[in-house]
């Protein structure tokens, strides 16, 4: 199980820090992933990090970003910096065992998923 936290409302240019803790999985050897989905919008990849700790992002976050795990604590985290409106939507974080690096982006390569978190930037 995979439950996600931190979300909340914020204004633009300022910081949140998602957390997503896990349980029933061997955290250290699964890609973990943050997506997320705006009204009307198609589920969206944010970020991975395999176990190896290497990580990936969608453009539009790189350098705002920053995702990390602890893999003692069974936890994935996504510090969120600079936000701006756009990045308003639900954050879902995300688990897989066997996704290739090609297929990080899409949502239907993940096993399990947490229940989402509402993240609200305004302007």
């Known amino acids: 199980q995979l439950q996600a936290s931190g979300g909340g409302l914020v204004q633009a240019g300022g910081s949140l820090r998602l957390s997503c803790a896990t349980s029933?999985?061997?955290?250290?050897?699964?890609?973990m992933a943050w997506f997320r989905q705006a009204p009307g919008k198609e589920r969206e990849f944010v970020a991975a990090i395999r176990w190896t700790g290497t990580s990936h992002y969608v453009d539009s976050v790189k350098g705002r970003f920053t995702i990390s795990r602890d893999n003692a604590n069974k936890a994935l985290y996504l510090q969120m910096n600079n936000l701006k409106p756009e990045d308003t939507a639900v954050y879902y974080c995300?688990?897989?065992?066997?996704?290739?690096?090609?297929?990080?982006?899409?949502?239907?390569?993940?096993?399990?998923w947490g229940q989402g978190t509402l993240v609200t930037v305004s302007s």
């Open positions: 995300a688990a897989d065992r066997g996704v290739i690096l090609s297929q990080l982006q899409f949502p239907h390569e993940y096993d399990y």
């Open positions: 029933g999985v061997t955290f250290n050897r699964y890609t």
